[in-house]
């Protein structure tokens, strides 16, 4: 297999090398990829600390939570505080009071409107990563990952899903089984003549 | 050179950053410092030039560095507080002009530095790699003409709607970038790997899971759209292409992408992109299914009895369009219309059928066939399908407007 060093700092060469031996490539099948060196040697590795600075995603078994707890009790300060404003107060009849951003709390299952967290969000880990990467909407990544276990504690708690005084962590967050999530079903629809 | 000064508040207005703009504000006064904003875009509409008399009797302006749009002309997107919707019913082909592609964002459009700006491929792979905008421009490139859409792309209940009103968040560009087949060899992906989160550098810091199969099929990673940079609405410097998904998932201005071996279940993909069918939730509706509107005659256009050419556009997000029917007596009957070459793939494909209005009052409809032989369904075939608490998303029901006697042409809500 023909490969071409562009870079050519000696350690990538030994990870190219490495890579050739350790390796075989999915086979060189697209038409856009006819004639390709099975690497371009284009780029550079990433440090660790490049790597950490930037992956703040969690997924639904836990992975990519931090360290850190919080409850309900200091996540409902918090919320006053920095969420109140768009979303509401959660205490208030929604039926008669419309925020500007999406209603949090609905504490039945599918046939209640509008879409909340406690009929239709079907991980609890979602929460914490969304709220972490993109709230307060005029602040995103404010927060500390404390007050994101904190605010998820409180929405959850809000939703009649957790205890006011349940510690949530790395650990206690993913073990959460929320209502709608027997609701989700994957995509059926595969093209051909039946709609769907 | 009143032009100039008519455009100036927009280049001022894009000098503030974002950031500097909700910095100071509590977030209640969000949305409206958004609206503010705006107002001032929509300012900027260039003003038609005195007529001539005989523009063969005086000499007209000379070469410039940057063309314009006939000022007589003045197709605009219309646009809300997180979107804006291309003008369909003033295209004539299926390339969509870059300023009039729809727009989705969920935190406004960030503001990246080309030569700060570098891609991170990491995860379930031999070696986490970043490239710059310059080292992505180096690897071999492709060019594709691919259609977006909205997976929320659906409006009625009233006859006063606009193609563009009705279903404006789809656009069609040629975007040229590299495979991303092409940049996951190269930091060698893991063989075992299954899913990639994709994830943007805007205030949302917008992620996506999406199947790793996708990326050994067409994904992309582009940088320019229509053959020059793609615009900063669109994800300057670089965005995700999945030609045939639903448009949240082409992630824009993106930044990261991590390879791994089960889905995030982002917010977008639980909590937003997914619908009711019957007493389920559907989720990970990634392809958008066949879909077609005739966009003239559309409201509130007006025709004379006579010939009149329907024409329209039809895509599919599975592959080719086949077939695309027209019927203008209200659904009973139909034929084929004809197809502008070339069709591509996933890409919005013209359609014309020449027609004798009589002037009596009738009804036209277009329904698109694609090559999976998927037919583009009715509201009430959905309906039947999903149940009536189907939601807005992955909606794609044949369109009807309605010809009065008098020529005018209405949607028809249903």
Known sequence: MKIKIVVGTVLLGLILFHHVIAQQPPALTSKNEVGHPSRFGFGRLATTTEIALWDIDVRPDGKGLPAGQGNALKGKAIYTIKCMACHGNNDTDLSKIKPPAPLLVSDTLAKSRPKAIGNYWPYATTLFDYIRRSMPYNQPGSLTDNEVYSLTAYLLYANKILKQDQVLNANTLPAIVMPAKKLFIMDDRKGGPEIK | ?414
């Open chain 2, 1 to 414: 050179m009143k032009e100039q000064k008519k455009n100036k508040p927009v280049s001022k207005s894009n000098k503030i950053s974002r950031r500097a703009l909700l910095g100071g504000v509590v977030a209640a006064a969000v949305l409206p410092v958004n609206s503010i904003f705006a107002k001032h875009i929509q300012t900027a509409a260039p003003v038609a030039p005195e007529p001539l008399e005989d523009p063969t009797k005086v000499i007209g302006p000379g070469p410039s560095a940057q063309g314009k749009r006939s000022a007589f002309e003045h197709p605009v997107r219309k646009f809300s507080e997180t979107s804006s919707r291309s003008p369909l019913q003033d295209f004539h082909s299926t390339i969509t002009p870059a300023d009039l592609h729809y727009e989705r964002h969920h935190a406004g459009i960030p503001a990246i530095d080309p030569q700060k700006y570098e891609l991170l491929i990491h995860g379930m792979v031999e070696r986490p790699m970043k490239f710059t905008l310059a080292e992505l421009k180096r690897f071999p490139a492709v060019s594709r003409i691919c259609f977006l859409e909205c997976a929320g792309n659906f409006r009625g209940g009233k006859e006063d709607l606009t193609p563009q009103d009705i279903l404006g968040l789809t656009s069609q560009s040629e975007w040229t970038g590299v495979m991303l087949s092409t940049l996951f060899r190269e930091v060698g992906v893991d063989p075992k790997a299954s899913w990639f989160l994709a994830e943007g550098s805007d205030a949302a810091v917008m992620t996506r899971t999406v199947p790793v199969k996708k990326a050994w099929d067409d994904a992309m990673v582009v940088y320019a759209q229509n053959g020059e940079a793609i615009r900063p609405e669109q994800g300057y410097p670089v965005r995700l292409l999945l030609p045939g998904w639903e448009g949240n998932m082409n992630i824009k201005w993106l930044r990261r992408i991590e390879i791994s071996d089960e889905p995030y279940m982002t917010r977008e993909e639980t909590s937003k992109y997914t619908y009711p069918v019957k007493d389920r939730i559907r989720m990970f509706s990634f392809e958008m299914d066949a879909r077609s509107i005739i966009t003239f005659p559309s409201y509130p256009q007006k025709i004379m009895p006579g010939w009149v050419e329907i024409r329209g556009i039809a895509w599919s997000g599975r592959g080719k369009i086949v077939k695309v029917e027209v019927s203008t007596d209200a659904g009973e009957t139909w034929q084929d219309s004809g197809l502008q070459e070339p069709v591509l793939s996933k890409a919005h494909t013209y359609f014309r059928h020449l027609w004798q209005w009589d002037g009596s009052p009738t009804e036209i409809l277009s329904r698109a066939v694609d090559e999976t032989g998927y037919i583009q369904p009715t509201l009430k075939q959905l309906a039947e399908a999903r149940g009536t608490a189907m939601g807005g998303y992955h909606m794609n029901p044949i369109t009807s407007w309605q010809i009065k006697a008098d020529g005018s042409t209405w949607f028809k809500p249903e």
